[in-house]
């Protein structure tokens, strides 16, 4: 097959999001896996960054590899694909997890009762993230989402008893389906007659807050692969409600137009 030179392109580089992101660590093993990406560097950023140079690559029609994920709403505005990775290095496929602080179950039994029972689909949290992309208030596409799911929602409230004014802080991480997620999860808790506080952390950080009893809980800990060095120093502290997202997937992706299908084809 006729080569395309995509690192001359670009580089030598691939476009990362937040330091602290599985999906990074492991695009930064694949630099070591792959021979071929002897050289190749993971540049870290944000999500929002990450999003506007894919977005910016697509207008003009240029390559570019970043690192991504699904649930996105990227892959419903724009026409991408993952690269196949021969290696494994990415993992198969992931969920999304719940993990609340010991001891939650005892002194707030209602908002454990409905972290544990919260759970949606993809087509779900990439509709409240695709209002997000396009200017819609987080907290804006959240209630909206809510309020035209509300059979959804009762079975997460199902067998909870309103509270008055119980204190519940989640942990997250400003990746756009963590935003999505705990805003939602956040604002049923909130209708539920708890007092909300939703707190921006570093990956790690989600982690430890949680294990170390400063967060209540988080529902952003992707397993097995994205979040296993998390889950190894921190998993024994939290406990784990289980899926709230099945099907989640994170690797390196292009925009479709790109002429290479695998992470093995990309030139030295
Ligand atoms: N993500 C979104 C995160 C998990 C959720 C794939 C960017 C990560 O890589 O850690």
Same mark, same amino acid.
Do not use: C
């Given at each position: 097959?006729?080569?395309? !030179?995509?690192?001359?392109?670009?580089?030598?580089?691939? +476009?990362?999001?937040?330091?602290? #992101?599985?999906?990074?660590?492991?695009?930064?093993?694949?630099?070591?896996?792959?021979?071929?990406?002897?050289?190749?560097?993971?540049?870290?950023?944000?999500?929002?960054?990450?999003? +506007?140079?894919?977005?910016?690559?697509?207008?003009?029609?240029?390559?570019?590899?970043?690192?991504?994920?699904?649930?996105?709403?990227?892959?419903?505005?724009?026409?991408?694909?993952?690269?196949?990775?021969?290696? @494994?290095?990415?993992?198969?496929?992931? +969920?999304?997890?719940?993990?609340?602080?010991?001891?939650?179950?005892?002194?707030?039994?209602?908002?454990?009762?409905?972290?544990?029972?919260?759970?949606?689909?993809?087509?779900?949290?990439? *509709?409240?993230?695709?209002?997000?992309?396009?200017?819609?208030?987080?907290?804006?596409?959240?209630?909206?989402?809510?309020?035209? !799911?509300?059979?959804?929602? #009762?079975?997460?409230?199902?067998?909870?008893?309103?509270?008055?004014?119980?204190?519940?802080?989640?942990?997250?991480?400003?990746?756009?389906?963590?935003?999505? *997620?705990?805003?939602?999860?956040?604002?049923?808790?909130?209708?539920?007659?708890?007092?909300?506080?939703?707190?921006?952390?570093?990956?790690?950080?989600?982690?430890?807050?949680?294990?170390?009893?400063?967060?209540? #809980?988080?529902?952003?800990?992707?397993?097995?692969?994205?979040?296993?060095?998390?889950?190894? +120093?921190?998993?024994?502290?939290?406990?784990?409600? @289980?899926?709230?997202?099945?099907?989640?997937?994170?690797?390196?992706?292009?925009?479709?137009?790109?002429?290479?299908?695998?992470?093995?084809?990309?030139?030295?």
């Amino acid at each position: 097959s006729e080569e395309v !030179n995509y690192g001359e392109e670009l580089g030598y580089e691939i +476009t990362g999001i937040e330091p602290g #992101a599985g999906v990074v660590a492991a695009a930064e093993e694949t630099t070591e896996t792959y021979e071929n990406l002897e050289g190749w560097e993971v540049v870290t950023s944000s999500s929002g960054a990450m999003a +506007t140079a894919l977005g910016e690559a697509i207008d003009n029609e240029e390559p570019i590899i970043v690192t991504g994920w699904s649930p996105h709403w990227k892959f419903q505005k724009y026409d991408l694909k993952y690269l196949e990775d021969p290696e @494994g290095v990415f993992g198969e496929a992931e +969920t999304i997890n719940t993990m609340v602080r010991q001891g939650l179950q005892d002194e707030k039994p209602e908002a454990y009762k409905i972290l544990d029972q919260f759970q949606w689909e993809s087509a779900d949290i990439e *509709s409240v993230m695709l209002e997000v992309s396009n200017g819609t208030a987080v907290e804006e596409a959240a209630a909206a989402w809510i309020e035209e !799911n509300s059979d959804k929602v #009762a079975e997460w409230t199902d067998g909870t008893e309103a509270v008055d004014g119980t204190e519940i802080e989640l942990a997250y991480v400003e990746w756009d389906t963590e935003l999505a *997620s705990t805003n939602v999860i956040g604002q049923v808790l909130e209708a539920q007659g708890f007092d909300v506080t939703i707190t921006p952390l570093d990956n790690a950080v989600m982690w430890q807050a949680v294990a170390e009893g400063q967060a209540d #809980a988080m529902v952003a800990a992707w397993l097995p692969g994205t979040h296993a060095s998390q889950f190894e +120093t921190y998993g024994e502290d939290v406990e784990d409600l @289980g899926p709230n997202l099945e099907g989640a997937k994170i690797g390196l992706v292009v925009p479709a137009y790109m002429d290479i299908e695998s992470i093995e084809d990309l030139t030295p």
